[in-house]
């Protein structure tokens, strides 16, 4: 007897499925497969559901795909024929070369609201949906840059030091200044969903909302009071904090350099919890050394998992290993909402969140 699951699309699924495309790759030796990251299995269980009978082959995001054209003939080439759907994680990188080693591959669900891992024009010339997670993990990723932005401004992390090692030696009126967030301004790079969630928590702290992105966003303004201001230069020379929501992209790659960040005002906090690339490093390092910035909450790196030994060491700098969404809450609808996605293509119906257009104005997961 099959066994039941509900998905987030408020359907339920069993293991017999609906009919609906059969777990059509029989021809090729078997049921059809949805490839899915090991690391999901505490969300998800060892066998989740699938309509026609489809059955579930989990990978590790550091292993190679199955390929039709891989090194691992015979079995492995057969799975890799029969795998429709593929649910990957932000670090596992799905372009044209996997996509053709997959030739029955009609959806990959991203585990995550950002989709730079995946080569979205490839995909659409092979006939591939590709979804994200949007929404479910808007709130969490704002509170955890709001925790970031705190912290930095209040520098937590000397005094989290301090208390743990023993070398405080008392309360003192100059003892680890920080700013207070009163009156101060707030400029968000990325007004969409993320950015505006953390803006909406700005005017509890009494702070002035500013924000650069490509359109206007009207009800963020009537909610918050927000400005849109137009030019990068003077959306950098107005922040007293910059809190990063942008996807990465090739206009973004890079996007804050050493010129950039030289606009800042003088004892600026910076807040990242987008993507790493977005903000060269070195250039981060040097105006923390310095430059304007006081100091910085920093969520998410270039060379994940690695974190720039610059960073690690600077007093300053407030880093964590990539938090933004890492809520039970979060994670499990972030899953649920990735399954969903599946189910529904592969029955023959369009992806709650199918990837159309340009990137979301923000980054995250």
Same mark, same amino acid.
């Given at each position: ?6 998905? #987030? ?24 497969? /949805? ?9 998800? =269980?060892? *066998?989740?559901?699938?309509? =026609?009978?489809?059955?579930?082959? +989990? ?6 795909? !199955? ?7 015979? $079995? ?11 649910? !990957? ?19 990959? *669900? ?62 003192? %009126?100059? #003892? ?28 509890? +702290? ?26 990068? $230069? ?12 942008? !996807? ?36 981060? /390092? ?5 430059? &304007? ?7 998410? +790196? %270039? ?11 600077? &007093?300053? @700098? +407030?880093?964590? !290993?990539?938090? =933004? ?21 592969? @029955?023959?119906? &369009?992806?709650?969140? *199918?990837?159309?257009?340009? *990137? %979301? ?5």
């Amino acid at each position: 007897m099959g066994s039941a699951a509900g998905g #987030q699309d408020g359907e339920v699924h069993t293991d017999g499925g609906s009919a609906a495309e059969g777990g059509r790759p029989d021809a090729a030796g078997g049921p059809g497969l /949805v490839l899915v990251a090991r690391e999901l299995v505490p969300l998800c =269980g060892e *066998a989740p559901s699938w309509p =026609g009978g489809r059955e579930t082959r +989990f990978v590790a995001s550091d292993e190679p795909l !199955p390929s039709v054209g891989g090194s691992g003939a015979g $079995e492995k080439a057969g799975e890799a024929a029969r795998v429709e759907a593929l649910i !990957p994680l932000l670090s596992r990188e799905v372009g044209a070369a996997q996509m053709d080693g997959l030739p029955s591959l009609r959806i990959v *669900a991203n585990y995550a609201v950002g989709y730079d891992n995946i080569d979205v024009d490839a995909a659409a010339e092979r006939g591939i949906v590709v979804a994200n997670t949007p929404d479910v993990l808007t709130e969490a990723t704002a509170d955890l840059a709001w925790a970031l932005l705190l912290a930095a401004a209040r520098r937590l992390r000397e005094g989290l030091e301090a208390a743990r090692s023993g070398a405080w030696e008392g309360w003192r %009126p100059d #003892q680890l200044l920080g700013m207070g967030l009163r009156g101060k301004s707030l400029v968000i790079l990325g007004a969409g969903r993320i950015g505006s969630a953390v803006a909406r928590r700005a005017p509890a +702290f009494g702070m002035d909302v500013l924000y650069w992105s490509r359109s206007r966003n009207e009800a963020l303004e009537e909610e918050t009071g927000a400005r849109r201001v137009e030019r990068l $230069e003077d959306a950098l020379a107005a922040a007293d904090v910059l809190s990063l929501h942008l !996807p990465l992209t090739g206009e973004t790659d890079g996007l804050l350099g050493a010129h950039e960040l030289a606009l800042l005002p003088e004892n600026a906090v910076l807040v990242n919890t987008a993507r790493g690339e977005i903000v060269d490093t070195d250039a981060l /390092v040097d105006a923390l050394r310095g430059g &304007p910035l006081a100091a910085a909450g920093i969520d998410v +790196f %270039p060379d994940e998992p690695r974190v720039p030994a610059a960073l690690r060491e600077r &007093p300053d @700098a +407030f880093v964590l !290993p990539h938090l =933004g969404s890492a809520t039970r809450e979060a994670r499990r609808a972030m899953w649920e909402l990735a399954a969903a996605n599946v189910r529904r293509v592969l @029955a023959g119906r &369009p992806a709650r969140t *199918a990837v159309t257009g340009p *990137a %979301p104005e923000e980054g995250g997961g």
